[in-house]
């Protein structure tokens, strides 16, 4: 099929209906063939953000590890609050050998008190 083309061929803005060379109407982002005044080009804000999920998964992840829970308990007084770190300056917040006669094991979910 043979389509009008040359300075003959004429068409007619979608937006205002002034007649135009069919070479000046251009196509706008909605398919309207319009003139160069009633030409707008899409706004980026219509088009839909590129969103990539944010990565919350681990990469081969490995089970917890499971370890007793030691909890030291000590008569009520000044002792039940003293470590071996708090007297020669360290770090080690063990209780003082005489006061580990009461210990107390446990896990999560789930709670044992044995005293001696």
Sequence with gaps: MAYATGKFAYGLC???GQRYPLNVLQKNWQGYKV?????EPK???LEPLKFKGDAI???QPRPDRVEP???????????????LGSVN??????????LQDIVA????????????
């Design 14 to 16: 979608d937006y205002c």
């Design 35 to 39: 003139c160069p005044e009633d030409y």
């Design 43 to 45: 706004e980026p804000q």
């Design 57 to 59: 998964a681990l990469y």
């Design 69 to 83: 829970m030691v909890v030291y308990l000590a008569n009520p007084g000044n002792g039940a609050f003293q470590s």
């Design 89 to 98: 300056g360290g770090t080690d917040m063990r209780p003082y050998p005489e």
């Design 105 to 116: 094991y446990g896990g999560v979910g789930q709670v044992t008190v044995t005293t001696s």
